[in-house]
């Protein structure tokens, strides 16, 4: 797929999706699926508006859906075929009965908790032989070469011709010593008009998006319209 139009693109601010992770940190659920469908695909989604961003982690049986379109194809030990889907799939119009009806695949997301199953804090070298044959098959389905891996810390982008080497890759959080994360921050800055200091009595100062962040947010769209 080559220069998909992809039309409107709204924004999300670095605090709303601070905010979107914060609330499952703080509620003790940090399952997948809640950083999946509550962060990631809203996160995309908002951004995005005349993109589908679609559930596809769960799989039936269907003469009328191709799952090999966004899905990866191996045998398992009986030496059965199968197919390895993603979590998310992105694309341009969504319809189910893919066989009849053209569907155009920007990408696919494999979403892992920061928690249980994290990503930040290793190098892509050093992933899970599970992740690493996942990512593989994700790579050779049959209309869609393009596979983001996100925990919500860290964004690493993925393309056929790369293989397991990301081709780019976003952290938004810094490590201490000990191990800990925290969210990056950005450059303070601070507003000096006459207006100001007649209002608030001194010079008013703000925290801008951090630059890590807006790269994420523009790299996203370069990502899925070529």
């Given at each position: 797929m080559d220069n998909l139009e992809i039309g409107e693109i709204n924004d999300v601010s670095f605090e709303k999706y601070k905010g979107w992770?914060?609330?499952?940190?703080k509620n003790n659920d940090v399952n997948e699926l809640r950083f999946q469908n509550e962060v990631v695909k809203p996160f995309i989604s908002t951004i995005f508006p005349n993109l589908d961003v679609e559930d596809v982690s769960k799989k039936g049986n269907s003469t009328k859906h191709d799952y090999h379109q966004y899905g990866g194809l191996y045998k398992d030990i009986d030496g059965k075929e199968k197919v390895e889907t993603p979590d998310l799939a992105i694309v341009k119009r969504?319809?189910?009965l893919n066989k009849k009806n053209e569907v155009e695949y920007c990408a696919v997301v494999e979403v892992k908790s920061p928690y249980l199953q994290p990503i930040y804090h290793k190098d892509y070298s050093r992933y899970n032989r599970n992740l690493q044959k996942k990512l593989i098959r994700l790579l050779s389905a049959s209309k869609n070469d393009k596979v983001i891996l996100t925990d919500t810390l860290k964004w690493e982008f993925y393309k056929k011709d790369s293989g397991l080497v990301p081709?780019?890759?976003?952290?938004?959080?810094?490590l201490s010593q000990g191990g800990n994360w925290e969210w990056i921050k950005g450059e303070k800055n601070t507003v000096e008009d006459e207006i100001t200091n007649e209002l608030f009595g001194c010079n008013l100062e703000y925290e801008s998006e951090p630059k890590e962040f807006v790269e994420l947010k523009n790299y996203l769209r370069k990502f899925l319209e070529n």
């Open positions: 992770v914060n609330k499952y940190i969504w319809d189910w081709i780019r890759t976003f952290k938004l959080y810094s």
